[in-house]
C-alpha cells in the first residue's frame, strides 16, 4: 500500500512543511485546520464562533477530497487557546457532526499559529 498524499483547494493550504491529510490502509489522517478563509489565506474573524465554523468547514472540504465523510469520523482532537469557549465550540461541533459521535478530545493550549483560538484534527475511514 501506498501513502496518498490529500489536497483539497476548497481548504487552506497548508501553512507550514506538511499535508492536508494523509490517506493510507483505509484511514484518512487530517491535519490540524483553523480559520483561515482558503479562498484568502486570512482568519475569518477574530471571535471563536466564526473561527470554529471555518474550521468544520475546512474539515468538510478535505474529507469530502478523499472520499470520506462526516458519518466516516473515528476520533477528533480540539484545541483551544481558552476554556471557557468550550460550550460554544461544543455547539457548533455537534450540530456539524448531526447524530455522529466520534472519539473525541478537547486540550487548553497556550497558542495557536496565526494567533487562532480553535484549531481541529480529525482520523477518519476511506
Known amino acids: 500500500m501506498s ?6 483547494e476548497s481548504a487552506p493550504k497548508a501553512v507550514g512543511p506538511y499535508s492536508q491529510a494523509i490517506a493510507y490502509a483505509g484511514i484518512l489522517y487530517a491535519s490540524g485546520q483553523i480559520g483561515l478563509d482558503p479562498k484568502l489565506g486570512k482568519m475569518v474573524g477574530e471571535d471563536v464562533e466564526a473561527q470554529a465554523m471555518q474550521v468544520t468547514k475546512n474539515l468538510t ?3 469530502q477530497e478523499a472520499g470520506s465523510g462526516i458519518d ?3 476520533k477528533v482532537n480540539i484545541f483551544l487557546v481558552d476554556m471557557d469557549d468550550f460550550p460554544l465550540v461544543n455547539t457548533i461541533y455537534a450540530a456539524w457532526l448531526g447524530e455522529h459521535r466520534p472519539a473525541r ?10 494567533g487562532a483560538k480553535v484549531e481541529m484534527d480529525l482520523i477518519a475511514k476511506l
Do not use: F, G
Open 72 to 74: 466516516d469520523i473515528l
Open 61 to 63: 472540504a478535505v474529507l
Open 3 to 8: 501513502i496518498k498524499v490529500i489536497h483539497s
Open 105 to 114: 478530545a478537547t486540550v487548553a493550549v497556550a497558542a495557536l499559529p496565526l
